[in-house]
């Protein structure tokens, strides 16, 4: 069982940036995909990004793609979401989720979820 927990959130200005953090408790992520979704009042959970088990590249949402890196740290137990240039639009609940798919861009493919952290991008 993986539990996750994430960090980072808050208020920020347009054009700024925040960088998220998603811990894991007990275990390392090694063996799962690690994804970001987000989800804004009154709408669904939006996909943002992953990093797969197998390596590579993060895969990224059109919308984030350029503003937002995915990494992860050594010791595999620590997962970022660095966000620039933030536009009102990025405003939402963030979570982190773990999938044993390895490119799984649903929220349907992903098994553990975090608690989720609020960000906000005001003028």
């Known amino acids: 069982q993986v539990q996750l927990g994430e960090s980072g959130g808050g208020l920020v200005q347009i054009g700024g940036s925040l960088r998220l953090s998603c811990t894991a408790s007990g275990r390392t992520f090694s063996g799962y995909t690690m994804g970001w979704f987000r989800q804004a009042p009154g709408k669904g959970r939006e996909f943002v990004g992953y990093s797969s088990w197998r390596g590579g590249r993060p895969y990224y949402a059109e919308s984030v793609k350029g503003r937002f890196t995915i990494s992860r740290a050594i010791g595999d137990n620590t997962m970022y979401l660095q966000m620039n240039s933030l536009k009102p639009e990025d405003s939402a609940v963030y979570y982190c989720?773990?999938?044993?798919?390895?490119?799984?861009?649903?929220?349907?493919?992903?098994?553990?979820w975090g608690q989720g952290t609020q960000v906000t991008v005001s003028s």
């Open positions: 989720a773990a999938s044993i798919q390895t490119y799984p861009d649903a929220e349907s493919q992903y098994h553990h």
